[in-house]
């Protein structure tokens, strides 16, 4: 990971400015608003071409009000700048409106009677942006969140939730209105210095919001974030397509990416964007799969000696007949191990594994009724015939419904056999958060070696053990035993720049 400097660039860039929006539009960056080095405003568009390497200004019909700490959004080829700070010739104000920029036709739109807010953030969650924190128009911090509907004329904002009730419920009260958000797998995902639970000190925190509960969750991430300072924080996806269904069978990870100085001491001036924290999106729950892209009426066909071609032996000696088409289609290892006259085919698994597996074949989905000792045995042969959507389903289902204390010890052998990381420090932290359930059922005892020995690696040198006493209250109480420990799935990593930089993991 390394910063460069782009050193050929051609056409006139804009001046010098902070508090300005630089937004991803196809193939471009636009650049609009900020504040110069002669604290004035701006209301300037300026567009960065990334396959050129170009500027260039364009001829804007109509204009709006100068301003920076705004926010700058991108929806069907149009800017959506939401809000800011500006100024007239005897006063400074808190903008209230909502402008549309026409990228094509580069023609600007106001609509008025918005929330009045600045250094907020705005982020596009499929057509609805939403409107999160910053300051009012009495430059108090605030932490409502709001959403407008981009496909609908007016655009009218919508409270989804108030700030006072997220404190009330959550003890989440954003300490500076400076923060930074983006969206995964139909999340908002929040990174800023809020206050702790005593509201005495402040830590830097990543919270999630679940769009469909309306609930927050802080993510066990703080630890990362005791030293220094953190000054951006961002998203990166990729995404991969599996033969032989190319982009019907994507499957998207997502990288959280958090840049900083973890330096004790940084004096004025400091490199801001020093050090990079890259935390596994699937270490925290986020699996993004594509919908299936055909109907389960395939499903029918399967096991009905009648109409099928080919019989698949289970370890059980049980018969189960299939269709060479589907498995040809969807099955690479099949064409690699198959004849043109063989008939038949014997695998090591049990029939409930076999016929999980061909459900997923026949229907591009994962049974709901598989129970997890079987979900657990699929996960693995989708990493032996790797079938990337099926693994990421297995993880997915293992995590949100079936992580238990019976079963997490399993989940997280498996995780290790199938090398599926973020399921593997997903079942590690609930096995350190239910350690002393863990220890009483003896569950640790019935894992191989091996996986035990893997655990105990996992727990730090410094990890201590917290006893707790259980109380009754309205919140959930304590677990009895608490297993603190670093979060090994995160990389810090020292972006090179001109020093040779450490690697701290």
Request: with cysteine.
């Amino acid at each position: 990971m390394r910063w460069e400097i782009i050193q050929i660039v051609s056409g006139t860039p804009p001046c010098k400015r902070y508090g300005h929006s630089a937004t991803r539009w196809k193939d471009t960056i636009v650049v609009f608003g900020g504040c110069n080095e002669y604290q004035e405003y701006c209301n300037d568009v300026h567009i960065f071409d990334l396959k050129t390497n170009s500027w260039h200004q364009p001829t804007i019909t109509g204009t709006i009000s100068p301003r920076y700490l705004h926010s700058a959004t991108v929806f069907d080829d149009k800017l959506i700048v939401y809000g800011g700070f500006a100024k007239s010739s005897d006063c400074t104000y808190v903008l209230d409106e909502l402008c549309v920029l026409d990228l094509n036709t580069m023609t600007w739109q106001r609509y008025h009677d918005m929330p009045p807010r600045y250094n907020h953030s705005a982020t596009l969650i499929n057509n609805r942006m939403y409107i999160y924190a910053g300051k009012d128009e009495q430059g108090n911090t605030v932490s409502d969140l709001f959403m407008i509907h981009l496909n609908k004329l007016p655009y009218v904002p919508h409270l989804v939730l108030s700030g006072q009730q997220q404190a009330c419920n959550n003890r989440m009260v954003l300490l500076k209105s400076q923060h930074f958000c983006d969206t995964a797998c139909g999340k908002l995902l929040v990174f800023g210095r809020y206050l702790n639970k005593s509201q005495q000190e402040s830590t830097y925190s990543l919270w999630m919001l679940d769009l469909d509960t309306l609930e927050w969750e802080k993510q066990e991430c703080d630890g990362h974030f005791d030293m220094g300072g953190w000054n951006y924080f961002t998203i990166m996806t990729e995404r991969e397509d599996e033969e032989p269904l190319e982009s019907q069978d994507e499957v998207a990870t997502h990288h959280l990416l958090f840049l900083g100085n973890i330096d004790p001491y940084r004096p004025q001036g400091y490199d801001h964007f020093r050090d990079a924290l890259v935390v596994h999106g699937e270490s925290l729950g986020l699996y993004d799969i594509a919908e299936p892209h055909f109907s389960t009426e395939f499903i029918q066909l399967l096991n009905r000696p009648e109409l099928s071609d080919f019989t698949i032996i289970a370890s059980n000696s049980i018969a189960i007949h299939a269709h060479q088409v589907i498995l040809l289609t969807r099955w690479p290892h099949f064409k690699k191990v198959i004849t043109n006259d063989q008939k038949e085919l014997v695998l090591n698994e049990s029939f409930d594994v076999i016929m999980t597996f061909l459900r997923f074949l026949y229907s591009d989905r994962l049974d709901p009724a598989a129970s997890w000792p079987v979900v657990c045995d699929v996960l693995v042969m989708a990493y032996r015939y790797s079938l990337h959507r099926l693994k990421k389903l297995c993880c997915q289902r293992l995590f949100q419904c079936h992580m238990a204390i019976d079963s997490c010890g399993l989940i997280f052998e498996k995780a290790i056999v199938a090398d599926e990381m973020g399921l593997k420090l997903l079942s590690l932290r609930f096995m350190f958060q239910h350690y002393g359930s863990l220890l009483k059922s003896n569950r640790l005892l019935c894992l191989p070696t091996p996986v035990r020995d893997a655990f105990l690696e996992a727990v730090p040198e410094e990890a201590v053990l917290e006893v707790g006493k259980s109380t009754k209250s309205v919140d959930q109480p304590p677990p009895l035993f608490t297993v603190f420990q670093q979060q090994a799935q995160n990389e810090l990593i020292p972006i090179e720049n001109h020093a040779d930089m450490t690697v701290e993991v």
